[in-house]
């Protein structure tokens, strides 16, 4: 019989938390909730959970605050961000942050029960092939100037250290990789790979950008493989320019 899955609810609106773990519970799932964002980072270190549903206004310390320490921990545990603040500069927030997906309040419970699949199954992809094979048609791996990217391990390494990346950031890489040599506008990415719209300010794909050149560039100030096309977006050489 296959273990439930285990997800956390970080929610301070009571019966919103219940309502949620009511319906998750019916779909199988192995549920707990925490109030605010102190108590959930204490379950979180001393339990594992296959994913997480964050409130972004918590009391105390905010859902941003949350899933910064957990990355911070190295914990990447895929966080599904549930925001009453559905401004595309506050989901950014959330990306920069290390989210991996949001929705915006109020929604629709079926369009949560999809996301959170989604989730599950990405994260499924990502771990070791012989804890689950790569999807049909993905890139699980690809190796450049001595630098590997595990799409599948979420792993990055280079010049002899191991680097985790988030899904985010692996997912990012991958379409930038699988598109090298072709000029990809800012809004393509926003549009292809974070799924907002083509209006939305555009800085935290160039603070991403800035952060895979730290993972990537022997001197990321004169970046050679991830490179910029000014007043357009960006450009992967994978040899090098």
Same mark, same amino acid.
Not at 51 to 57: K, N
């Given at each position: 019989?296959?273990?439930?899955?285990? +997800?956390?609810?970080?929610?301070?609106?009571?019966?919103? *938390?219940?309502?949620?773990?009511?319906?998750?519970? *019916?779909? &199988?799932?192995?549920?707990?909730?925490?109030?605010? &964002?102190?108590?959930?980072?204490? @379950?979180?270190?001393?339990? %594992?959970?296959?994913?997480?549903?964050?409130?972004?206004?918590?009391?105390?310390?905010? #859902?941003?605050?949350?899933?910064?320490?957990?990355?911070?921990?190295?914990?990447?545990?895929?966080?599904?961000?549930? %925001?009453? $603040?559905?401004?595309?500069?506050?989901?950014? /927030?959330?990306?920069?942050?290390?989210?991996?997906?949001?929705?915006? /309040?109020?929604?629709?419970?079926?369009?949560?029960? *999809?996301?959170?699949? #989604?989730?599950?199954?990405?994260?499924?992809?990502?771990?070791?092939?012989?804890?689950?094979?790569?999807?049909?048609?993905?890139?699980?791996?690809? %190796?450049?100037? =001595?630098?590997?990217?595990?799409?599948?391990?979420?792993?990055?390494?280079?010049? &002899?250290?191991?680097?985790?990346? %988030?899904?985010?950031? *692996?997912?990012?890489?991958?379409?930038?990789? $699988?598109?090298? #040599?072709?000029? +990809?506008?800012?809004?393509?990415?926003?549009?292809?790979?974070?799924?907002?719209?083509?209006?939305?300010?555009?800085?935290?794909?160039?603070?991403?950008?800035?952060?895979? @050149?730290?993972?990537?560039?022997?001197?990321?100030?004169?970046? $050679?493989?991830?490179?910029?096309? $000014?007043?357009?977006?960006?450009?992967?050489?994978?040899? =090098?320019?």
């Amino acid at each position: 019989m296959t273990e439930a899955n285990r +997800i956390l609810i970080v929610e301070d609106e009571a019966h919103l *938390a219940q309502g949620l773990l009511f319906n998750l519970q *019916a779909e &199988g799932y192995e549920v707990a909730i925490d109030g605010d &964002g102190e108590a959930a980072l204490a @379950r979180l270190a001393r339990e %594992t959970f296959d994913a997480v549903l964050l409130d972004v206004m918590l009391p105390g310390i905010s #859902g941003f605050d949350v899933v910064a320490e957990l990355r911070a921990r190295k914990s990447f545990v895929p966080v599904l961000m549930l %925001t009453a $603040r559905g401004r595309p500069e506050d989901v950014l /927030k959330g990306f920069e942050a290390g989210a991996d997906d949001y929705l915006p /309040k109020p929604f629709d419970l079926s369009i949560l029960l *999809a996301r959170l699949k #989604g989730l599950l199954r990405r994260m499924k992809w990502h771990r070791p092939p012989e804890e689950s094979p790569a999807p049909p048609e993905e890139l699980s791996r690809f %190796t450049f100037s =001595g630098r590997t990217i595990d799409f599948e391990g979420l792993e990055l390494t280079a010049g &002899g250290r191991m680097i985790r990346l %988030t899904l985010m950031e *692996a997912d990012l890489l991958r379409y930038l990789v $699988r598109n090298q #040599g072709r000029t +990809i506008s800012r809004k393509e990415l926003l549009e292809q790979v974070w799924r907002l719209r083509d209006d939305t300010d555009t800085r935290a794909i160039d603070n991403f950008i800035v952060r895979l @050149r730290r993972y990537i560039e022997d001197e990321p100030s004169q970046p $050679r493989y991830l490179q910029t096309v $000014r007043g357009i977006g960006y450009r992967f050489f994978a040899d =090098g320019a």
